[in-house]
């Protein structure tokens, strides 16, 4: 069994920074990529960041320049630096991962419990 745990949610002013990490435990035989995801109030869940674990990264349009997705292989975990948040950040952070699991070798993907991230005016 595989499971995601995030972890840096939070509130924060206009103007703030958050980092949220998740990290990846259980039986993996490799992690093909994983990624953020954001459903805020009343929208349909949307891409935030997705990393490959050779660094490959791809961003929402409307992220670039303020979020930062990086990630640590050794640790199984990853990483979303946010700066600059707005109001319109606000959301339900949830971590993805597309994961190789053993015995024999199956794909799995992967959702984390998400986070609450709300940015106050």
């Known amino acids: 069994q595989v499971q995601l745990v995030e972890s840096g949610g939070g509130l924060v002013q206009a103007g703030g920074s958050l980092r949220l990490s998740c990290a990846a435990s259980?039986?993996?035989?490799?992690?093909?990529?994983m990624g953020w995801y954001r459903q805020a109030p009343g929208k349909q869940r949307e891409m935030v960041a997705v990393?490959?674990?050779?660094?490959?990264?791809n961003y929402a349009e409307s992220m670039k320049g303020r979020f930062t997705i990086s990630n640590d292989n050794a640790k199984n975990t990853v990483y979303l630096q946010m700066n600059s948040l707005n109001p319109e950040d606000t959301a339900v952070y949830y971590c993805?991962?597309?994961?190789?699991?053993?015995?024999?070798?199956?794909?799995?993907?992967?959702w984390g419990q998400g986070t609450l991230v709300t940015v106050s005016s």
């Open positions: 993805n991962a597309g994961i190789v699991v053993p015995g024999p070798n199956r794909f799995l993907e992967v």
């Open positions: 259980g039986s993996i035989f490799s992690i093909n990529a």
């Open positions: 990393i490959t674990s050779s660094g490959n990264t």
